[in-house]
């Protein structure tokens, strides 16, 4: 009986090995279909709901990422794994706008746990504990660290790239949100206007240098719709169909505050929060912007 059942089980073996070769072709096949199916015509901008503060994601057609703030904590990292496949662990591009700890909390986390190509900020120097931890991980992973300046452009597809519109001078000796990096991401016939916490003086002086080249299908209101950004004049050159606010549930500031939404809705823009939506979604074609 025992021979028998001997030959019963080797014939068995054969079996269960092709069995488990199938399953792991299978699980092969999806995940590279997951990762060639990444490249397509699509521009993807999603405005994290990290709280009261700002972390905007950012994915080109041919997959490149970028990652504009991080918000105030780890937070971000829970963010990220909802639009970043679990096998990803590189961000290309990290911009921090300014060093204030409610854009670059959760950089240090970031920085930890993905691979990041190179940083780029305003050239303001931040006091607090979080930024000295930022610093000290650029160095240590020899990361390239590069200051922003009006007039670069980094390019992240044939049609994408991102636009810096400001600073346009040495900003260590200016007040941490004056210093934000401002700048425009275009694809194609689309813009977005990713702001930072730049006052109305900054704004208003944007529109000055650039006018109607503002223009910009979406909007990232400035200092998370607090009453000292968002000039009517700018906000009359970027006619945004859209305005994103990116604050935190029943925050201790009162953001966004009344009057900004009255003057977006006086120019017509759709305002969506990330306290009362969630995170935010959209996609380009690059024709045309929607909301996903």
Do not use: C
Request: glycine share 8%; net charge negative; aromatic share 8%.
């Amino acid at each position: 009986m025992e021979s028998v059942k001997k030959k019963i089980d080797d014939k068995k073996k054969p079996h269960f090995f092709l069995f488990l070769l199938g399953g792991l072709l299978v699980i092969n096949l999806f995940i590279w279909s997951v990762i060639f199916g990444q490249e397509s015509d699509i521009l993807t901008v999603a405005f994290l709901d990290v709280g009261q503060g700002d972390a905007i994601y950012i994915r080109a057609p041919n997959g490149n990422q970028a990652l504009i703030d991080a918000g105030i904590n780890k937070k971000v990292l829970r963010e990220l794994s909802k639009v970043i496949p679990f096998y990803d662990r590189s961000i290309d591009m990290v911009l921090a706008t300014h060093p204030d700890k409610d854009h670059i909390g959760g950089l240090p986390d970031i920085l930890q746990r993905y691979d990041v190509d190179f940083v780029m900020d305003s050239g303001k120097e931040g006091e607090s504990a979080t930024y000295k931890e930022l610093t000290r991980l650029i160095e240590e992973k020899d990361i390239n660290n590069i200051q922003a300046e009006r007039g670069m452009v980094v390019v992240l597809d044939d049609e994408v790239y991102l636009n810096i519109l400001f600073p346009d001078r040495d900003v260590r000796g200016v007040e941490s949100n004056t210093a934000s990096v401002i700048a425009q991401l275009i694809y194609g016939e689309t813009e977005f206007m990713l702001t930072g916490d730049s006052p109305k003086t900054i704004e208003n002086y944007l529109v000055m240098l650039d006018g109607g080249k503002l223009q910009s299908d979406v909007l990232k209101a400035g200092h998370h719709g607090s009453k000292t950004s968002s000039a009517e004049a700018f906000l009359g050159n970027v006619q945004p169909k859209y305005s994103i606010i990116s604050a935190g549930k029943d925050n201790r500031y009162g953001h966004p505050h009344e009057e900004v939404l009255d003057v977006l809705e006086q120019f017509g823009s759709m305002i969506l929060s990330t306290q009362d939506n969630g995170m935010i979604i959209f996609e380009s074609d690059g024709e045309n912007v929607f909301i996903k």
